[in-house]
């Protein structure tokens, strides 16, 4: 993906820098096809499509399996979003994808090649990565801190460029920190630091982009300005996304391709449509639920069951 040939991102930028708020109701200029679905890949111009997918993966922490035996080809050029319960091995897989954690059996497969025979550098021009948890080094500014997302990009004898310098100006301004680009990252709010890791991986300019619960610490309005520039990353790009939600009916909205894993395990994989129902939300997160149509995006959104909080009976 290329911040500067996008013609989304610098609109989404300038308003983002000049309100220094997201709104909820951005709009993508990307063309859609009737009914609001993506027009075919050939129909748009698009980075190069890159393969990424496991191959009877078995991933864990010590002598603890968390995924066993687990495939998966992750669509090119789509949206992916892995949902399911705490501890169900989404993260674990996600990590496994970034090659933080190496398979006891199986393999991670990029571009027809075992990801962990390949060199670090020619992974990092590929394939980029949000992690859960970030950790910034002391003291670093929020454009410094970005600026690492171009070094898969440069050489021990190239330092940046103006051209690197553009690009860490865009990305900060799409995830709408550029008015906080001299403060020290350790000064900002958990939001704050959320978006400028968002512009760090933006940055860093791959036609693979993984992120592990990219909405943390945001509100509202930031996450809906976070997943609809995702999405304009994919819709203009091509940017092959695969992403760990939590809010199940957003995860719907914005996936092409939704993986419900449980217990290490995928339980359903498909558009959001045809895989998720109330039995599907039974089996996977243990709550009786009624899906209903989102009225926004006609995706399923699911309205959950409580104690205090369940149909009025003869309804």
């Not at 991102?9 to 609001?36: E, Q, V, Y």
């Not at 050939?42 to 922490?61: D, F, I, Q």
Request: glycine letters at 8%.
């Amino acid at each position: 993906m290329t911040l500067p040939d996008s013609p989304n991102i610098p609109d989404m930028s300038a308003r983002a820098a000049s309100t220094g708020a997201a709104s909820t109701g951005a709009a993508s200029a990307a063309p859609t096809t009737k009914g609001g679905a993506r027009q075919d890949a050939a129909e748009r111009n698009l980075a190069t499509e890159r393969s990424l997918g496991a191959e009877k993966v078995t991933l864990g922490y010590d002598a603890r399996r968390i995924v066993e035996n687990l495939s998966l080809d992750v669509p090119q050029g789509k949206i992916t979003v892995l949902v399911g319960p705490n501890a169900c091995g989404k993260s674990t897989l996600l990590k496994g994808f970034a090659r933080l954690l190496t398979p006891s059996a199986g393999q991670v497969v990029l571009d027809g090649q075992n990801i962990n025979s390949m060199p670090s550098t020619q992974v990092a021009k590929v394939l980029g990565l949000l992690p859960q948890t970030p950790i910034a080094p002391d003291s670093i500014t929020v454009s410094d801190l970005v600026s690492r997302g171009r070094y898969p990009h440069q050489s021990w004898l190239r330092s940046s460029t103006a051209h690197d310098d553009q690009i860490v100006d865009e990305a900060m301004a799409a995830a709408g920190v550029l008015e906080l680009a001299g403060r020290r990252v350790d000064e900002l709010s958990g939001g704050q630091r959320q978006r400028v890791w968002i512009a760090m991986a933006l940055a860093q300019q791959t036609d693979i982009l993984l992120l592990d619960e990219p909405t943390t610490y945001l509100d509202i309005a930031y996450q809906i300005e976070v997943l609809d520039l995702l999405m304009d990353l994919n819709r203009t790009r091509g940017t092959t996304i695969v992403m760990v939600l939590h809010e199940l009916s957003l995860a719907c909205r914005y996936a092409d391709y939704l993986v419900a894993m449980n217990s290490g395990r995928i339980v359903a994989a498909g558009e959001p449509s045809d895989v998720v129902s109330a039995e599907l939300v039974r089996e996977v997160f243990g709550i009786e639920s009624l899906v209903v149509p989102d009225p926004i995006s006609g995706t399923p959104s699911i309205v959950p069951f409580s104690r205090h909080h369940r149909p009025v009976a003869g309804d």
